[in-house]
């Protein structure tokens, strides 16, 4: 059985010094109970207890220790979908809020940035879509006149992207794109966050999420948050079982970070047309510049082949930009891809009306979390908000109807695990740091041996809805191929949908 190349600490993860905060251990009363200590979650906290609510913050791991964490932190209005696509599924009007609404994201989170006094490398730069080589055009020019409808009048065709050493043709050019360092930011809105009364528990999984009159948060730990709202902010909801996890598809995406001489590569962000497309940006330290390179996506717990798709990123790098040194920093991520290609960003569907939702970043979730923390603080000050129909979790699309039944028809396909006979027969075949499934009668077990050789023996059911897992030798993962819950390797959940561990065998 092959063995993938571990993946390395993401390079934010590497370079950030994140506050540490305590584990819930008493029932308290707050206005506002939020699960979630990423982009989305923390960004509500903040501008909340701006307003002087009331909040509290529940995650079980670190802050920023999820996908916020794994990101490449791209602050774009250029759509990743494409405005082509958006104003298919949503018309023209909803394309022109698409491009509004994210604007304004990266507008507030520069003003959050100036205000707050937060040192985290925010720099607004130019975006560049190129086409691979030899490629026709013609999907720039129809992004382009699809652009200018969303409103994004200042987007032009230029003859080249200002990378010297690759020629891409033509490109588009997006002004007044943006990044910045996750981590910091976070730390930045976290430490506000604490000044303005906020308290953030960490450490402390949430068990239990209830809504209604009596909105209450049930704790591993026995502690309750009692409320008069929550929102669920895990970048996939872990309280609901079937109404979001419907309309949206896990997928895993691979990034590299390579050192480069500093100043050898033109600050801006970059981005190819094929699907996966690939993206780039540089994050410098104080020698050098990091070019950080992202693509080749595929759906969660159906492929295990991240050494071959991290050195497929590392020769489309190589061939684009020779002057980079050796590979540092590879990491994975996954990004829940909505059916038509927004998040889900109100009021849970089939739930009480003071629960609240954020999902669905669709490969922008530095923007979409940002557009979450202002949609969900005017839903729930009471105020209108002109992005609330358009990101509703209710909202049914029929012209994503196509997609909708392609991404469930792959679900009921995994199901056929059932019926597969195991990876391995023994145990014994299991090397230090591999997994595998191996039949035992009727059951289906996920067995790995850990670095010091113990053999951790679990059912390979996922406890969502039932889905059989996957090995993930690239993070030594159990990964479920149906809704994207994700597992360490002695059974601990840590991404939902799934709220609870993989049982022991």
């Known amino acids: 059985m092959k063995d993938d190349a571990q993946a390395t ?40 207890a701006k307003e002087g609510r009331s909040v509290v913050v529940l995650d079980d791991g670190p802050i920023g220790g999820g996908m916020t964490g794994r990101t490449t932190a791209h602050l774009t209005n250029a759509f990743d979908d494409r405005y082509v696509e958006m104003e298919k599924m949503h018309g023209e009007d909803g394309s022109r809020l698409i491009a509004d609404s994210h604007t304004a994201a990266i507008d507030k989170v520069e003003q959050i940035v100036r205000e707050e006094h937060i040192n985290c490398d925010f ?10 080589p030899n490629e026709s055009t013609d999907v720039l020019n129809d992004e382009l006149k699809a652009s200018h409808r969303a409103g994004l009048v200042d987007v032009e ?16 050019r997006f002004p007044r794109q943006a990044q910045f360092h996750p981590l910091a930011y976070l730390t930045g809105l976290t430490r506000a966050f604490t000044r303005d009364g906020g308290r953030i528990f960490n450490d402390t999984h ?38 979001i996890h419907t309309k949206q598809g896990p997928y895993v995406t691979y990034v590299i970070g390579v050192q480069v001489p500093k100043g050898s590569i033109t600050r801006a962000l970059f981005w190819d047309t094929p699907d996966p497309y690939h993206y780039v940006r540089l994050q410098s330290d104080t020698t050098n510049d990091i070019l950080i390179v992202g693509g080749e996506d595929h759906k969660t717990g159906q492929e295990n082949d991240g050494a071959e798709r991290f050195a497929r990123l590392e020769q489309w790098t190589r061939e684009r930009f020779p002057q980079i040194g050796e590979v540092e920093f590879r990491w994975s991520g996954q990004v829940m891809e909505p059916v038509d290609g ?7 569907p089939l739930d009480a009306d003071n629960v609240f939702i954020a999902t669905g970043d669709s490969g922008q979730g530095m923007t979409h979390g940002t557009i979450a923390g202002m949609l969900l603080t005017d839903l729930l000050q009471g105020r209108q908000n002109r992005w609330e129909d358009l990101y509703s979790p209710s909202r049914i699309s029929l012209r994503a109807m196509g997609e909708y039944a392609s991404e469930n028809i792959n679900v009921a396909g995994q199901f056929t695990d059932y019926l597969t006979p195991g990876e391995i027969k023994s145990v014994d075949e299991l090397k230090p740091g591999e997994g595998a499934i191996m039949r035992e009668g009727l059951s289906k077990l996920a067995v790995c041996r850990d670095e010091g050789g113990n053999v951790h023996k679990l059912s390979a059911v996922c406890p969502h809805l039932g889905c059989i897992v996957a090995w993930n030798s690239t993070e030594k993962t159990w990964d479920c191929p149906c809704h994207g819950s994700k597992y360490r390797a002695d059974g601990r959940v840590y991404q939902g949908p799934a709220n609870s561990d993989l049982s022991k065998a």
């Open 123 to 132: 720099e607004r730069l130019d975006g560049f879509l190129f086409t691979p």
């Open 342 to 348: 927004i998040a889900f960003i109100g009021r849970n």
């Open 9 to 48: 600490t993401s390079v934010w993860m590497a370079t950030a010094n994140t506050p540490s905060q305590s584990r819930l251990k008493e029932n308290i009363r707050t206005d506002v109970c939020i699960i979630g200590a990423g982009i989305a979650g923390m960004t509500t906290a903040y501008l909340l």
């Open 157 to 172: 065709m230029v003859q080249r992207a200002p990378i010297d050493s690759f020629d891409t043709g033509p490109a588009l």
């Open 206 to 243: 949430a068990t239990t999420i209830t809504g209604g009159s009596e909105a209450r948060v049930e704790t591993k730990s026995g502690a309750v948050v009692t409320c008069d709202a929550i929102v669920v902010a895990t970048n996939t909801p872990v309280n609901d079982r079937v109404a």
